[in-house]
């Protein structure tokens, strides 16, 4: 599975990636998470605002900080 956390790097964002790294040690299982930065790359989701959550290539959650029990749920 391939997560990506959008966002510019503010502390929202910063936080929704430490709880995506929270709930895949959770869940287990091999999960690549990866840091999207760029505004273009962003944009290319349709993204207008950040943080977001992308699994595999399908936004799930913007314009808030998910919790990991959140993520976890959304990754189910």
Not at 47 to 72: F, R
């Amino acid at each position: 599975m391939k997560i990506e956390i959008l966002g510019t790097g503010c502390s929202k964002c910063k936080t929704l990636e430490e709880n995506a790294k929270k709930a895949i040690a959770q869940i287990g299982g091999f999960h690549e998470v990866k840091k999207v930065e760029d505004i273009v790359e962003i944009m290319n989701y349709g993204v207008m605002s950040t943080p977001a959550l992308v699994v595999d290539g399908k936004v799930k959650s913007s314009g808030k900080t998910l919790t990991s029990n959140e993520i976890i749920e959304l990754l189910k």
